[in-house]
């Protein structure tokens, strides 16, 4: 490695190695803010096929099995809210029967 005395020609070849360096920061930073774009637009487009969805069965006269016949299936997320919003209504039966039981995870037969 050449010996460098000038401290401008220092400056200088830090400041190349600097910006070789940033230009993986700005591919970075460009291709997370691609990812954030992507994100909100599958967001977007999760939630206008969950509304077109529920318009077909709420109001085009469709049924959900009648849909998914034809190969029109629930939405995925449609079917996580709705198998979250059963596992939370069935935890509170699960709860009272618990307390009746003193506590047995049980019921009694």
Request: proline share 3%; charged share 30%.
């Given at each position: 490695?050449?010996?460098?005395?000038d401290p401008?020609?220092?400056?200088?070849?830090?400041q190349?190695?600097l910006?070789?360096?940033?230009?993986?920061?700005r591919?970075?930073?460009?291709?997370r803010?691609?990812?954030d774009?992507?994100?909100?637009?599958?967001?977007?487009?999760?939630?206008?096929?969950?509304a077109?969805?529920?318009?077909?069965?709420?109001?085009?006269?469709w049924?959900?099995?009648?849909?998914?016949?034809?190969?029109?299936?629930?939405?995925?997320?449609?079917?996580?809210v709705?198998r979250?919003r059963?596992?939370?209504?069935?935890?509170?039966?699960?709860?009272?029967?618990?307390?009746q039981?003193?506590?047995?995870?049980?019921?009694?037969?």
């Open positions: 490695m050449a010996k460098l005395t401008q020609q220092a400056e200088e070849a830090a190349r190695l910006n070789d360096r940033m230009d993986y920061i591919r970075a930073i460009t291709a803010g691609a990812l774009e992507a994100r909100e637009a599958l967001k977007e487009a999760e939630k206008n096929d969950t077109a969805f529920q318009a077909a069965v709420n109001n085009g006269g049924t959900a099995d009648e849909l998914k016949k034809i190969g029109l299936a629930a939405p995925e997320k449609m079917q996580r709705q979250r059963k596992t939370t209504q069935s935890t509170p039966d699960v709860q009272a029967s618990s307390a039981n003193g506590g047995d995870t049980e019921p009694e037969q």
